[in-house]
């Protein structure tokens, strides 16, 4: 595959058209064009037609955009048709509630175990899953073809910790840990940092004080 | 206040500073060039300089910036010395990971209380709070001073509670919900999707292959 020469800004905006059409469809719309579009997502058309002119335009003039077809199009653009296997690491507050999100089967990602260093954690059950000693994880991702590792430990140890992981084979981590992690450029990482959105919503507030 | 035509762009990198120079405190490094700055955080130097003037500029010809000094600068900055009371809606597992979350001290943010909808839930204990009713959510904020609204909750029904959250005077909303909330334009929200993360690094991870 691979698209590379999309920008990551088209990229970032694709998740939300995916979202609209899917409410769309919700609503029985069938059909929808890039100025109504427009009006509900708050893209211009312009930069709508733009955006999806780079995945090859599915819009005909005089009819606009079929939902349905757009909306199964962008998640296949999206990858969310291809499986892949998951780990989490960190088995504390925030994992556990990541490890119950219900959005990771619409992405197609299967959490195969969660793993904790904390061995008063090791063995408790997570709904389905046990949690297993971080010790063993480079065993389990090669056993287990597992892609993606779902990080959610503490910031000391993160570094260390994507090193074993790059080593056992993982092409993409989902990083919750405030750190930058390093990396081969082949192995993919996404960050959510709450702490830099905390802070922006902080300096927001006060902006508008 | 209000550095107002500051760009968003900045504005998201100064988190980012506000780390990193942390993590040079902690290790005792009082001062440091622009050059060095840009070795660890991955910008270049012209990019620091500029962003930084936007402010004020700190560093000095010859000497570089002294750590200490420009951290707590980008704090004022980002208004982590302002005091803000916070109110949490909708203590699932992910409203319960993120009233556990040490990041909001550090913000100047104080959870004031849990709020629920489910009978289930409501009278349970979190850590040190009891969840509260969210029929009675209004009156708690206009009682307690509440600035900040945490929105944990399902999508549906999420743009009712936003509407009853800006009429009880809330200032600012942290969503969780995957859904654009509309609101008067002095109240700010910031967005954290974990769909769309996820759907990122799917888009990649397909990319990649």
Redesign the interface.
Known sequence: ????NISMAV??R???Y??YLGDLLDRDIQRISSKELSDII?FTASQIRQDLNNFGGFGQQGYGYNVDALHKEIGK????D?K?NAVLIGA???G???A??S??R????EIKALFDANPRMIGLKIRDFEILDSEDIEEFIKENDV??AIMCIPKKGSQELADRLVNAGI??I?NFV?V?LDVPE?V?V?N??????????????????
């Open positions: 595959m691979g698209n590379k990229i970032r694709l998740p939300k995916y979202r708050g653009i999206l990858g969310l291809t892949y504390g507050n925030l556990q509630a990541i119950n999100y959005g990771f619409k992405a197609g990602f892609d993606i092409k993409g989902w405030p930058d082949s993919i996404e959510v940092n709450l702490t830099e959105s905390l802070f922006t919503l902080s300096y927001l507030m006060k902006a508008e004080d």
